[in-house]
């Protein structure tokens, strides 16, 4: 099970903190991602972590605005936001996969999703 929360209400370049936390599984064992969909289009990558934290990769949209993290210890991974744009408005979604892709098709495990708002 993963539990993702931390969305909400903000105006535009205002700042959220999205969490992904895990029962059940061992978040270590996975390569770890952000997935949005806003309404009416198509689930996208957002930005992912290697196992270890080492590597992440971000859309070209978000990078420099957003960081993916990871705490294996409190077996969490986190989505922070900064500089959020009204394009940013989705439901924001954590996965689990094995490889280092950014295709969704390759995640095997998801959260139920948590909506982010950005107004003008």
């Known amino acids: 099970q993963l539990q993702a929360s931390g969305g909400g209400l903000v105006q535009a370049g205002g700042s959220l903190r999205l969490s992904c936390a895990a029962s059940g599984r061992t978040l270590s064992n996975y390569v770890m991602a952000w997935f949005r969909q806003a309404p009416g289009k198509e689930r996208e990558f957002v930005a992912h972590?290697?196992?270890?934290?080492?590597?992440?990769n971000y859309k070209d949209s978000v990078n420099g605005r957003f960081t993916i993290s990871r705490d294996n210890a409190k077996n969490t991974v986190y989505l922070q936001m900064n500089s959020l744009k009204p394009e940013d408005t989705a439901v924001y979604y954590c996965a689990a996969g094995s490889l280092f892709v950014i295709w969704r098709s390759e995640y095997n495990y998801w959260g139920q999703g948590t909506l982010v708002t950005v107004s003008s």
């Open positions: 972590i290697s196992r270890t934290g080492a590597s992440t």
